[in-house]
C-alpha cells in the first residue's frame, strides 16, 4: 500500500476489484477505438481482459496497483547486456479522476514494485496520436526509446 501526497493509496488488485478495473478499461478503450479504428475491439475483448486480468492476479511475476496499472518483469533479448526489464502493458485513469495525482500514483507504485525486483528500467508503448499520455511519461522521467511500426498482413 503506498499514500501519495494528494491523500491517494495505492494497493494490490484483488480478484473481486476485476470488474470495476474492467469498466476503466472499456473507458480507456473506447477513446482508442474512436480515434483510431485499428484499436477497434473484439465483441468479447472485455470478457478477455477479465479473463487475462485474473490470471495475471495469480501470477508470481505481475503487479496489480489499482487505479489500474498493468505490468510485468520482462526478458531482453539475450543479446544485451540488461536481461530483463519491467514492461507496463496498461495504465488508464479514469477520466473524472484525470490530473488528479492518480497517473503519478501508480507510477510511483510501479517504480517502487520494479526496483523491489531489481530490475534497473521499465518500458512501455503508447499511440503516437496521445499527446497528453507522451507528455505524461515525459514529465515523469519518461524519454523516448523506440518507434514501432504495424503492418497489415495483406497488404
Avoid at 478499461?25 to 477479465?50: C, P, S
Avoid at 531482453?76 to 502493458?89: C, D, L, M, R, T
Wanted: glycine share 8%; with cysteine; aromatic share 10%.
Amino acid at each position: 500500500m503506498v499514500a501519495t501526497d494528494a491523500g491517494l493509496r495505492v494497493r494490490a488488485a484483488r480478484h473481486a476489484d476485476v470488474p470495476a478495473l474492467a469498466a476503466i478499461w472499456q473507458e480507456l478503450m473506447e477513446l482508442h477505438e474512436r480515434t483510431d479504428e485499428r484499436f477497434a475491439l473484439a465483441e468479447d475483448a472485455v470478457v478477455r481482459w477479465r479473463a487475462l486480468a485474473h490470471e495475471i492476479l495469480g501470477r508470481d511475476d505481475g503487479f496489480r496497483p489499482v487505479g489500474f496499472c498493468l505490468g510485468w518483469l520482462a526478458k531482453n533479448p539475450a543479446i544485451y547486456k540488461v536481461s530483463e526489464v519491467g514492461f507496463i502493458s496498461e495504465i488508464a485513469v479514469t477520466a473524472s479522476c484525470r490530473r488528479r495525482g492518480v497517473g503519478r500514483a501508480l507510477i510511483d507504485s510501479a517504480r517502487a514494485w520494479f526496483r523491489a525486483h531489481r530490475v534497473q528500467e521499465f518500458q512501455l508503448s503508447t499511440a503516437v496520436w496521445n499527446k497528453d499520455a507522451q507528455s505524461f511519461w515525459v514529465a515523469n522521467g519518461g524519454a523516448p526509446l523506440l518507434v514501432r511500426y504495424r503492418f497489415d498482413v495483406d497488404g
